[in-house]
T-cell receptor, first 115, second 113 residues
Framework: NAGVTQTPKFRVLKTGQSMTLLCAQD?????MYWYRQDPGMGLRLIHY???????AKGEVPDGYNVSRLKKQNFLLGLESAAPSQTSVYFC??????????????FGEGSRLTVL | KQEVTQIPAALSVPEGENLVLNCSFT??????LQWFRQDPGKGLTSLLL?????REQTSGRLNASLDKSSGRSTLYIAASQPGDSATYLC????????????FGKGTHLIIQP
């Protein structure tokens, strides 16, 4: 039972480098989300998608881009990494009815350090 | 803007004790409230979901209550065990979906054997 899989799990970048985090879910969920978790800040929504080919901004979208070309995948990109983007990134997915039932499934996180 | 506060930030109790974790929110116009558990280095796992029309939900040794009018929820853990050690997060749903979730910062719980 894979559920929500994030790759890579750990990454160290230098300021200005770019990278992409991949989230894959095998539950045929419509909705997918990217959060960041920082000490003392709680989880904050970066971007989300309500279906293949659609994306929307969350609370803290600046410096990130996303794409949902396939229903099962949601990519989070950093075009020019900054130390402020050092964080743990979580992907989550939910079925359509999750908007009413609260069903939300999380990946195990990707720890990114920007030097 | 919805704000969610969890008290205490950290808690350490001996095994076997009953304990209460608190969550408060500023805007009572919510769809639901959810309690999550997060183990070190892992993602979040949903424990209990309370819809806005409900007062409480129970699962095993866990009981979550919701008082919308006062903007408060509690998570009660009975007969605590070392395996309950984790961070517990409260999330308030204001928009019907996860895009409308506001998370608290969590309570880090340690159960001493």
């Amino acid at each position: 039972n894979a559920g929500v899989t994030q790759t890579p799990k750990f990454r160290v970048l230098k300021t200005g480098q770019s990278m992409t985090l991949l989230c894959a879910q095998d539950m045929n969920h419509e909705y997918m989300y990217w959060y960041r978790q920082d000490p003392g800040m709680g989880l904050r929504l970066i971007h989300y998608s309500v279906g293949e080919g659609t994306t929307a901004k969350g609370e803290v979208p600046d410096g990130y881009n996303v794409s949902r070309l396939k229903k099962q995948n949601f990519l989070l990109g950093l075009e020019s990494a900054a130390p402020s983007q050092t964080s743990v990134y979580f992907c989550a997915s939910s079925p359509i009815w999750g908007r009413y039932t609260g069903e939300l499934f999380f990946g195990e996180g990707s720890r990114l350090t920007v030097l | 803007k919805q704000e969610v506060t969890q008290i205490p930030a950290a808690l350490s109790v001996p095994e076997g004790e009953n304990l209460v974790l608190n969550c408060s929110f500023t805007d009572s116009a919510i769809y639901n409230l959810q309690w999550f558990r997060q183990d070190p280095g892992k993602g979040l796992t949903s424990l209990l979901l309370i819809q806005s029309s409900q007062r409480e939900q129970t699962s095993g040794r866990l009981n979550a209550s919701l008082d919308k009018s006062s903007g408060r929820s509690t998570l009660y853990i009975a007969a605590s065990q070392p395996g309950d050690s984790a961070t517990y997060l409260c999330a308030v749903g204001s928009g019907g979906g996860a895009d409308g979730l506001t998370f608290g910062k969590g309570t880090h719980l340690i159960i001493q054997p």
